[in-house]
């Protein structure tokens, strides 16, 4: 306009002027407007290109990070399935490797036993909706449906179409582990997770989770047939309880089942037999960025105004989104994957980590090295000191390992007090192992807790690879079996698996097995050695110590077999008997006191105390006679229940006594904190008194504690008479040692006391 304008003016103020200026005044105006026109649609070119991009980016942004989030839950989802599968076989596990099992199923079948002790277990602890077991012909034998025994029809009308090629699988790999034994038969050598499986299924329109076990004896317990195996099959419904565990396990809202393939994009194919689909899971979704989008649609009217400022706040915004969801999806994957209390990696994790760090070494031909780490005596500092103090051990422990351990190798921690490690990428075995006794060290260094030192060692268990097996499974096991050896040779070591450790663990499973036979053919028997008055004159009880009369290796100690009993339910049975048979024997002699020894497995035994109460009552013996011995071992685990026991005892009228005292760290305070009658003073201490003051003082100072606190005391291990000499001038109570009397048999004893011999007899016909 304002070009029009001075043109007019012109022509009105200079008449005259001649054409060639209003020409070039023209060309000019035109080139103006051109210039103007073509800058004009530049921006408004820019604006639509800046709104369009700006709209884009936002637009792919928020479907980018809804797809990102929709795999994400669809990953959680199945990997919470998975994991229910997964404990569905663990809980399976517990009943099919089982040596009762065996024997009541498989080699002769009991449906009051199955029904009893294992399908209602299984289904009222753990929920399952139907158990099954098949014959070795995969025949049904027994159904158990929803809390009521059912006809075992039910298998091959409802299950076996879907199940039949899995249980065949499963019988097949059985057979593939059968080992012949020499003078043994047959055993399974192979894993439980060889025999078992677990996939979906679809029942009565809806689907389950069907677990498949082949039922093999534990530890070589049972001599098993060359033949296939009979089977579990337990199965438990994706019904609203499942549903929510799977929901939880995920972190998300309103999971539930559709038959059919539903319109929402949040949803799991659930695949069954032959790969046919079954149904579908669904859940709510959890992303908020289509509506983030909605909202943000008045800025991009806007925008169109203010395009830089509109655009720059879209990107900011749309970034921001992005980043909050790629943070979310961190957590969710750091809380699924990651110990709770240490910050590690959980076994999880842990597994899928390490695979791939051993696929790497494959490659590269490099050594690595598997180390099974346990805390010593962690269950003392939770029990002594707290749990706060034990959680704070553990993230202690757990940030050590973090700082020393390199971050191309694997930590994790996998339950408890124990962890694992895997160190990678090395060259030479000295160099791993230099690595784990350094890391040993480092750990345990100065260790403390809320301004706590703890004198904590750990110890562990050592595989290489691919020395000691290529596969993750194999170096567990064998790191496990290294732990437990370093476990055995004292605690705060490192070792190596070798060879040989595989041998003692078979050798302590056919120790384990003779001794069931044992029981079987009353190969144990007992023998007794006196206990006298502190002045020697008079016996006044025994001790009953257990032997083993082997029919090829003889006279066997206890020493040399109850640790391993310990270990296994073998214990009780053991204990029992011992118990049973001294009661009985005891009964001939009517003013002697019975001291029985009594392990940490059979005080922790829940109908240990009923037991005791039977068998007084039904021999008749008093309960004042009766002496039971524990040690510190026993009460030091589970101490309010142990304690809860030991004063059931005290109101049965029965004697408690604490062996060896003195040799653990917290015998006083067990002192105060249970009604002990009497301890024993350990025959360490007695054995050198005579040679050492600090012996013999010590010595002296229990007889003064036993005094002062009115307890009976009785030292053990007296070998010579200077011994005597000295307990009997100090006042000890009761005496017990080769010097009074050797281990003897039930008979030799009974004679003695009737003939009214005193020690000073027993020492000369010793």
């Known amino acids: ?25 023209q060309a000019s105006v035109r080139f103006r407007r051109r210039q103007a026109f073509w800058y004009f649609a530049f921006l408004f070119t820019v604006v639509i290109v800046a709104l369009a991009g700006a709209i884009g980016i936002v637009i792919w942004a928020v479907v980018h990070s809804e797809n990102e989030n929709l795999k994400r839950e669809t990953a959680l989802v199945a990997r919470a399935l998975t994991q229910q599968q997964s404990q ?98 047959f055993a399974y050598d192979g894993s439980p997770a060889d025999v078992a499986q677990s996939r979906l299924i679809s029942l009565d329109g809806a689907p389950s989770i069907a677990a498949v076990f082949a039922i093999v004896p534990e530890l070589d317990q049972v001599e098993v047939r060359d033949d296939d195996p009979s089977v579990i099959v337990s199965i438990r419904h994706v019904d609203d309880t499942l549903l929510a565990d799977i929901a939880g396990y995920a972190q998300l809202r309103d999971v539930t089942f559709s038959p059919v393939k539903p319109e929402r994009p949040e949803r799991l194919e659930l695949g069954g037999p032959k790969g046919i689909a079954i149904g579908y899971l669904t859940w709510a979704p959890t992303g908020g960025a289509l509506g983030l989008l909605v909202d943000l649609a008045p800025a ?27 943070y979310s999806e961190a957590r969710a994957r750091q809380s699924a994957l990651h110990d709770a209390l240490s910050g590690l990696p959980n076994r999880v994790f842990f597994d899928e980590l390490a695979r791939k760090r051993l696929d790497e070494a494959a490659r590269t031909s490099k050594l690595a090295a598997l180390i099974y780490l346990d805390i010593d005596h962690f269950k003392d500092v939770n029990d002594t000191l707290g749990h706060p103090v034990g959680d704070g051990l553990i993230r202690e422990v757990a940030q050590r390992l973090r700082g020393h351990v390199p971050g191309t190798d694997v930590v994790a921690r996998i339950s408890g007090d124990e962890f694992l490690i895997l160190l990678s990428g090395r060259d030479s075995r000295a160099a791993l192992l230099n690595a784990c006794t ?22 562990m268990g050592v595989t290489f690879f691919p020395d000691h097996g290529t596969d993750l499974t194999q170096l567990l096991r064998r790191a496990d079996i290294a732990l437990y050896q370093a476990k055995d040779r004292g605690r705060g070591r490192c070792v190596l698996f070798e060879p040989h450790m595989d041998e003692t663990l078979k050798e302590r499973r056919l120790m384990e097995k003779e001794m069931r036979r044992a029981l079987e053919r009353n190969e144990f028997f007992l023998r007794y050695q006196p206990i006298v008055t502190g002045d020697g004159s008079r016996i006044v009880g025994a001790e009953a110590l257990i032997r083993w009369r082997h029919p090829k290796r003889g006279e066997i100690l206890p020493a040399a077999f109850l640790p391993i009993a310990e270990g296994t339910d073998l214990m009780w049975s053991i204990g029992a008997w011992v118990l049973r048979s001294a009661l009985k024997d005891a009964l001939s002699w009517p003013e002697l006191t019975i001291a029985v020894n009594v392990s940490p497995s059979q005080i922790r035994h829940p109908d240990f105390v009923p037991n005791v109460s039977r068998l007084l009552e039904e021999l008749g013996f008093p309960a004042s006679r009766l002496e039971l011995e524990i ?109 009074f009397g050797k281990p003897m048999l039930a008979g030799e004893l009974g004679q003695r006391v009737l003939a009214g011999e005193g020690p000073s007899r027993l020492i000369a016909k010793g």
């Open 438 to 459: 350094s890391l040993s060290k480092r750990i345990t260094k100065d260790l403390t807790v809320d301004n706590m030192a703890l004198p904590t060692t750990v110890s």
């Open 88 to 185: 569905i076989v663990k809980e399976l596990e517990r009943f099919a490797v089982s040596s009762a099992t065996y024997r009541n199923i498989d080699t002769a079948y009991s449906s009051e036993w199955a029904h009893a002790r294992l399908a209602r277990p299984i289904g009222e602890i753990y929920k399952h909706d139907i158990v099954v077991v098949l014959n070795r012909r995969r025949r049904p034998l027994f159904a158990y449906v929803d809390g009521f025994v059912w006809l075992p029809s039910v298998y091959t009308t409802k299950l076996a179409d879907q199940l039949d090629d899995a249980v065949a699988e499963i019988q097949t790999a059985y057979r593939a582990n059968l080992v012949s034994r020499q003078n043994y038969g």
């Open 631 to 739: 040690t510190e071992a026993a009460v030091m685990d589970h101490t309010d229940a142990v304690k809860s026991k030991l004063d059931e005892l005290h109101d049965l009228g029965v004697r408690i006594a604490l062996d060896d005292f003195g040799t653990g760290y917290s015998s006083l305070s067990y002192l105060r904190q249970f009604q002990f009658d009497k301890f024993k003073i350990d025959r360490s201490f007695v054995m050198n008194l005579e040679h050492e003051a600090e012996s013999a003082a010590i010595v002296e100072a229990l007889v003064n504690l036993a005094d002062a606190l009115g307890m009976a005391v009785t030292a053990e291990g007296i070998e010579a008479r200077e011994q005597h000499d000295f307990l009997k001038e100090i006042g000890c109570e009761f005496l017990q040692g080769f010097y």
């Open 300 to 326: 991009f009217v806007l925008a169109v105004l203010i395009v830089l400022a509109v655009t720059g706040l879209i990107l900011k915004r749309a970034m921001r989104t992005t980043d909050e969801l790629t």
């Open 1 to 25: 306009m304002e070009y029009r304008h001075e043109m007019g003016s012109a022509k009105s103020a200079r008449a005259g002027r001649d054409d060639e200026l209003t020409t070039v005044l």
